[in-house]
């Protein structure tokens, strides 16, 4: 079963909705993130936004390294490799975007 990319956009790929359950920032939908809700998510997460932006750029880079891997693995039967792709596609656009917006400079949106 692919539980561990599973956690990361449950409700996305299975069509129940697109809000995260935490806001990232002000913002509850990945698209709607601007450079601003990583200050206020820092600020709230009590560490300091140059730190979650190398963490946010890590995660995302790594995982569009990995999750296209993944969804082709072997162990899994052809209909979760099938799941798995949408999985990977899904989490493709959010690190893209939250990518994109960790490279911007707070206040300039």
Known sequence: ???PAYDLVCTR??????E????????????????DD????AEEAGIARDTLV???????TAVRAHAPILAKSDVY???ERTLLRKI??????????????ASESPGKE
């Open 77 to 79: 039967t052809q209909q």
């Open 13 to 18: 790929v299975y069509d129940m909705g697109s």
């Open 54 to 60: 190398e963490e946010l750029k890590a995660l995302a």
């Open 38 to 41: 990583l200050t206020i998510f």
């Open 1 to 3: 079963m692919p539980a």
């Open 88 to 101: 990977a596609t899904s989490i493709e656009g959010r690190a893209v975007h939250l990518l994109k917006v």
């Open 20 to 35: 995260m359950a935490m806001a990232f920032g002000n913002a509850f939908l990945v698209e709607d993130v601007v450079a």
